[in-house]
């Protein structure tokens, strides 16, 4: 080889070497945004109990198997952490429930659902990640909430129905805090009717989990909660490759003026089979609980 | 010797890794990430060529001009009798009274929306009753094809522009492809044509749909923001619909930055705007059933 190539040579060979570290080492220093994009999705409802430590309020009926007997809602009025009115709250809605009629809410008064409730009530999420926004998708009605990063909330605040979110990045997981949401006709947390007051705090922290632990959670949810097929129909089914990652959110939610003390509750995603179903809150007339549709009334002409 | 090697070595790398990844770089797309807002519901006319049905009259709450030549004799009958309903103080049934979710480009009555553009798909946020579009990315519509409500959307980037196409809409109970009345079939197919343009002509664009199609429509509450002099973004359209229309028409609506992000909640919504009172909803003491 020719004196010149050869010299060449042991400089590209040289340089191999260094640049892939420099590089490397460049790229190392970055602090990688986790990826939490594509769909996310569960086939239970309500919250997965936390580990340790205060949990979400449970449903008094149970079916045989131990799981929340979605088909009887029956929100735990007797919990100690209750106040007084919001206990009453609860209890009323409980035997409303009990007469086998379902109770007003958001998902079947075609209201937003505020947080947390939109995660109580949901089977599938996707979120949209910018430079200084997420948007969090949710399936049932097709609503999203708008998280604003690295801000901080207004001094005058208006309540608003999704309230107002903002958020930053701690390492892996993608918190979320969301303060001012406004009570509506139907204020509450979760499924049960467990109400809320203008005082409610909600903290989101996701995260991506490997898969034994994505499927050991959402398994254990739906022991404790039961297993549903989706609204209209549209059965959400969970891809059953082991390799994937799953989504883990998990919510602390103080209330000073409805609970004593805040608590945790855990909701676990998988990687759907199918695409985002289309689910539209003045077409479901779905009664999933009877497994029919809901007679809706009809007149040939107007009344007014 | 020995550190100059080195030092030539390191540089003669950099510059072939910085290359690669050069070379491997997509091009530039057009940024249309945010909110966009416009304040009225009108669509603005074409430059040239089929533009929509347009008013009975050139004024408010009178239905569409269900006399136009491009309409099919059926559609015509049926915006005749929507545009009947309206002029007699009652809104007919759509989407938008009903809380019901809305096609494109009917959807673009809705003054404001929000684009996110990710690697695979864009979608579209919009404010009225937080409805969700997606269109795929360089994908294709599936040969056995499920009409939804807002239909399959795929989606291409021409240069500057991001081109949206969709098929497949579901009629629902309150098929409106616009908001003079004209129905739609399954045959609909609409063409959205995205595209970044200069503030001057947005902001003309949007002045001269005020005078034309005025006036300001504020139940929405969207608010343009007047302080931000960057471009605005049309939105260029084509429907075709052999069932409604006999040739296909076009429209654009042109938006500027949001002043902000609205809640907008049709179950809540109880405000007939164009009788300036409270819709009354039917209320009873008990379930008839």
Not at chain 2, 63 to 76: E, I, M, Q, R
Not at chain 2, 197 to 219: L, M, S
Not at chain 2, 280 to 288: H, N
Request: hydrophobic residues 35%.
């Amino acid at each position: 080889m020719h004196p010149a190539l050869y010299t060449i040579a042991r400089a590209l060979l040289a340089g191999v070497v260094f640049v892939p570290l420099f590089h490397g080492s460049a790229f190392a220093a970055q602090t990688a945004t986790p990826d939490f994009s594509g769909l996310w999705a569960r086939t239970s409802l309500g919250y997965e109990k936390p580990l340790s430590g205060p949990g979400p309020i449970e449903n008094r009926n149970r079916r045989p198997n131990g799981a929340s007997n979605l088909s009887n809602l029956a929100g735990d009025y007797t919990d100690p952490r209750l106040k007084p009115e919001a206990a009453a709250t609860l209890k009323r809605l409980s035997e409303w429930a009990q007469r086998n009629e379902a109770f007003p809410q958001p998902s079947n008064q075609c209201l937003p659902y505020p947080p947390p409730y939109i995660y109580s009530n949901n089977q599938e999420i996707q979120i949209l990640q910018e430079k200084d926004r997420v948007t969090i998708l949710t399936m049932f009605d097709h609503q999203f909430r708008h998280v604003r990063l690295n801000a901080q909330h207004p001094a005058n605040l208006k309540p608003s129905w999704y309230g107002d979110s903002v958020g930053h990045y701690e390492g892996d997981t993608l918190v979320v805090d969301t303060i001012g949401i406004k009570l509506g006709p139907y204020p509450m947390v979760d499924i049960l009717g467990t109400p809320f007051g203008p005082a409610l705090h909600v903290v989101e922290r996701f995260r991506l989990v490997d898969a034994a632990t994505a499927r050991a959670f959402a398994e254990r949810g739906e022991r404790e909660n039961g297993v549903v097929a989706g609204l209209n129909g549209d059965g959400v089914e969970i891809n059953p490759d082991k390799q994937d990652k799953g989504l883990q959110l998990t919510l602390t939610v103080e209330d000073p003026g409805v609970m004593t003390g805040a608590w945790s509750g855990t909701v676990t995603y998988r990687r759907p089979i199918d695409d985002w179903a289309e689910s539209v809150c003045a077409e479901n007339t779905r009664e999933y609980y009877a497994g029919k549709d809901t007679a809706i009334p009809v007149a040939q002409r107007p009344d007014f | 010797m020995g550190l100059r090697v080195l030092f030539a070595g390191f540089v003669s790398c950099a510059a072939l890794v910085s290359w690669a990844h050069a070379a491997g770089a997509p091009a530039s797309l057009p940024d249309m990430s945010g909110a966009w807002a416009r304040l009225t519901f009108g669509f603005e006319q074409p430059k040239s060529g089929m533009g929509p049905i347009g008013r009975y009259q050139n004024k408010s709450n009178v239905g569409g001009n269900f006399n136009h030549p491009n309409l099919t004799p059926a559609a015509s009958q049926i915006v005749k009798d929507r545009g009947a309903m309206l002029r007699g103080g009652v809104d007919y049934p759509n989407p938008s009274l009903n809380c019901y979710p809305m096609i494109s480009p009917y959807i673009f009555r809705v003054q404001e929306f929000q684009i996110v553009q990710k690697k695979d798909e864009v979608v579209f946020l919009f404010m009225q009753d937080h409805q969700v579009r997606r269109a795929r990315l360089n994908a294709q519509h599936p040969a056995n094809l499920k009409p939804s409500w807002y239909g399959d959307s795929i989606a291409h980037y021409e240069g500057d522009t991001l081109v949206v196409d969709t098929v497949g809409a579901k009629l629902g109970p309150y098929p409106n492809v616009d908001m003079y009345g004209s129905p739609y079939s399954d045959a609909l197919h609409v063409v959205e044509r995205y595209r970044l343009i200069p503030y001057d002509a947005a902001k003309a664009a949007q002045e001269k749909n005020i005078r034309d199609q005025g006036p300001v429509a504020t139940e929405q509450a969207a608010s343009v923001d007047e302080n931000y002099k960057g471009s605005g973004l049309q939105v260029e359209f084509t429907v075709e619909d052999k069932n409604v229309f006999k040739a296909p028409w076009s429209a654009s609506v042109t938006m500027r930055h949001a002043g902000g992000w609205v809640e907008n909640v049709c179950a809540e919504n109880a405000f007939e705007y164009y009788s300036n009172k409270i819709t009354d909803i039917p209320t009873a003491a008990k379930p008839d059933f």
